[in-house]
């Protein structure tokens, strides 16, 4: 069964930065690219950032290119995103999800940015 | 930027009706290599996390009930509910996997009439 669980989240002042894991099971987890998508409360989806199953490549949304940082560790079977310089519309929960068609999703952490 | 534009922003149903939603992408997520549209379509439940309903614009997920039916291509797309139950009201929201960054519609809630 793939499971994916998410990690790291809290409430942090602007400016600050945050790490959030996501350690995957129940697949090969260095076969699959990897995504972080998030949430802002009551509303919709927003995908933030794709790296590839070997790390070759990263792509971010604007609203984050520059700030965050999508790392994997294949020998630990997690992934990972690095949050600098968090302003009040980073406040989501944060998802990581499996693949090239987003098919397994994580129950997600919440990341609050509040002075 | 690919914009995904879904309606009804929301709509209420009563159980066993049909029930149609949109999307259209402001580009054709059809692509010619392969002949595939880069489209999928995810659930929503309260509380809960997005689930894969279909893909490639057509296709059902494994375990997916068959009065889900995704269809369209190029920059038009629709979801259709065959005879919608109770456990169907959730947020829907399609997504284009077509070109970075991949991007989401803004959903489509089906609520209880």
């Known amino acids: 069964e793939v499971q994916l669980v998410e990690s790291g989240g809290g409430l942090v002042k602007p400016g600050s930065s945050l790490k959030l894991s996501c350690v995957a099971s129940?697949?090969?987890?260095?076969?699959?690219?990897m995504h972080w998508i998030r949430q802002a409360p009551k509303k919709g989806l927003e995908w933030i950032a794709l790296i590839y199953y070997d790390s070759s490549n990263k792509y971010y949304a604007d609203s984050v290119k520059g700030r965050f940082t999508i790392s994997r560790d294949n020998s630990k079977n997690t992934l990972y995103l690095e949050m600098n310089s968090l302003r009040s519309e980073d406040t989501a929960m944060y998802y990581c999800a499996k693949g090239g068609t987003v098919d397994y999703w994580g129950q997600g952490v919440m990341v609050t940015v509040s002075s | 930027d690919i914009v995904m534009t879904q309606t009804p922003s929301s709509q209420a149903v009563s159980a066993g009706e049909k029930v149609t939603m949109s999307c259209k992408s402001s580009?054709?997520?059809?692509?010619?290599?392969?002949?595939?549209?880069?489209l999928a379509w995810y659930q929503q439940k309260p509380g809960q996390s997005p689930k894969l309903l279909i893909y490639?614009?057509?296709t059902r997920e494994s375990g997916v009930p068959d009065r889900f039916i995704g269809s369209g291509s190029g920059t038009d797309f629709t979801l259709t509910i065959s005879s919608v139950q109770a456990e169907d009201l959730a947020d829907y929201y399609c997504?284009?996997?077509?070109?970075?960054?991949?991007?989401f519609g803004a959903g489509t809630k089906l609520e209880l009439k």
């Open positions: 580009q054709s997520l059809l692509y010619s290599g392969d002949q595939k549209n880069y």
């Open positions: 997504q284009q996997h077509y070109s970075y960054p991949y991007t």
């Open positions: 490639l614009a057509s």
């Open positions: 129940g697949f090969t987890f260095s076969s699959y690219g």
